[in-house]
Every structure is written in structure tokens, then in C-alpha cells.
T-cell receptor, first 113, second 114 residues
Framework: DAKTTQPPSMDCAEGRAANLPCNHS???????VYWYRQIHSQGPQYIIH???NNETNEMASLIITEDRKSSTLILPHATLRDTAVYYC??????????????FGKGTHLIIQP | ETGVTQSPTHLIKTRGQQVTLRCSSQ?????VSWYQQALGQGPQFIFQ???????GRGNFPPRFSGLQFPNYSSELNVNALELDDSALYLC?????????????FGSGTQLSVL
């Protein structure tokens, strides 16, 4: 699976959109971009994933650049409960065997009141 | 709430001892994977179980072993504990083994090895 690069930390004001960047310049054509988050003292929580097109669900939007070398997770109206570590993960879904998710250190997003 | 429950929530052991951690998967999920998360790091994949068989393993030594039961619950066993085994151990369940499946994580077991 391709390596990802994320800023170690970011701040965002409550009520504003939080935009979390992720670089994955070595991503290959059959690899998806996944986002999970981990709130303190809890397990990671799935947020969203996508391949080429932009995706939106009830939690967030995922914008993937046309060359697929980077993406942005958008939390449209951040609340204090969105303070967490956000992990961007690139994962190939073809091939046999189980190799698990490869988590980096993620981005610690702090929502300021 | 993900429906994945882990026990115990906290545990203290001494070096050289053995430990068993338990996980109940979300209803309907037949696949369980285990992760180790050291302080300040992201989770690291230990292994995955599907239909009571290990079908994938990360870079962990054989003293990390597991079981999956017919009801899809699972255990993680660690023998000959070392100080570096101190970590949060996370269990995740999913509907199947497809790499496109979303994982649902429990809140983990915090293991301290003294």
C-alpha cells in the first residue's frame, strides 16, 4: 500500500469547515483512500473512502485530486466533538491475504471554541 | 457505539507473564482483526481471523497468537510479556475479508507490563 503524509497537527474554529490534507504521491490505480479518526481513549472510527471521484456522506466529504496524488477530508461544520486524530490510509483492495490497515501518525485536529 | 466489545479495559502484568485479551465482534461480523497501538503511534496490524482460521499476519513474533470461536468472538494471547508490549490493544470486526470492508473497532484493552 502507498505511503501517506499528513501534517502532525491542525487547529480549526468551532463551526468552521475543517480541511485535512493528505499526500499519497505513490498511489496506484487500484488503491483507495480511506479516512479513519480516533477520539481520545476510543478505537478508530471509519469516516469515508473513495477511489477517484469525490465522495460525501453524513460525516464528511472527500476530495481527491485528478492525478490522485493528494486528497482533502472536509468536515463542513466542525464541533468540539470532532477533536481527534485523523488517519489517511491508502489501501489496495485486490489480491489475496489479509494485511490489515497501515496507520501512520495521523493529524491531530483540535477544534477551538 | 460500534457493537465491538473488549475485555478487560485495563490490565497490569509483569514481564515474563502471559495475558489473554477478549473481543466480541459486532453482530453478523465474521472477521476479526487485532491491532497494537503504542503511545503516540498509530495502530499496527497484528493478525486477522476469518472462520476460526488466521488468514493474515503483520510483523509480530509467534508469541502473539489468537483464536476465533464459532460465534466469531476472538482472543489475543501474548506469551513471555516484554516491557515493550505495553500498549493499547484494539480489536476490529468486519462483515468479511474483502479489503474494501469497513472495520469497526472496539475501545481497546490498555495493557501495562511492569
Amino acid at each position: 500500500d502507498a505511503k501517506t503524509t499528513q501534517p502532525p497537527s491542525m487547529d480549526c474554529a468551532e463551526g468552521r469547515a475543517a480541511n485535512l490534507p493528505c499526500n499519497h504521491s505513490t498511489i496506484s490505480g487500484n488503491e483507495y483512500v480511506y479516512w479513519y479518526r480516533q477520539i481520545h481513549s476510543q478505537g478508530p472510527q471509519y469516516i469515508i473512502h473513495g477511489l477517484k471521484n469525490n465522495e460525501t456522506n453524513e460525516m464528511a466529504s472527500l476530495i481527491i485530486t485528478e492525478d490522485r496524488k493528494s486528497s482533502t477530508l472536509i468536515l463542513p461544520h466542525a464541533t468540539l466533538r470532532d477533536t481527534a486524530v485523523y488517519y489517511c490510509i491508502v489501501r489496495g483492495i485486490s489480491g489475496g491475504g489479509a494485511d490489515g490497515l497501515t496507520f501512520g501518525k495521523g493529524t491531530h485536529l483540535i477544534i477551538q471554541p | 457505539e460500534t457493537g465491538v466489545t473488549q475485555s478487560p479495559t485495563h490490565l497490569i502484568k509483569t514481564r515474563g507473564q502471559q495475558v489473554t485479551l477478549r473481543c466480541s465482534s459486532q453482530s453478523g461480523h465474521n472477521t476479526v482483526s487485532w491491532y497494537q497501538q503504542a503511545l503516540g503511534q498509530g495502530p499496527q496490524f497484528i493478525f486477522q481471523y476469518y472462520r476460526e482460521e488466521e488468514n493474515g499476519r503483520g510483523n509480530f513474533p509467534p508469541r502473539f497468537s489468537g483464536l476465533q470461536f464459532p460465534n466469531y468472538s476472538s482472543e489475543l494471547n501474548v506469551n513471555a510479556l516484554e516491557l515493550d508490549d505495553s500498549a493499547l490493544y484494539l480489536c476490529a470486526s468486519s462483515l468479511g475479508v474483502s479489503k474494501n470492508e469497513k472495520l469497526f473497532f472496539g475501545s481497546g484493552t490498555q495493557l501495562s507490563v511492569l
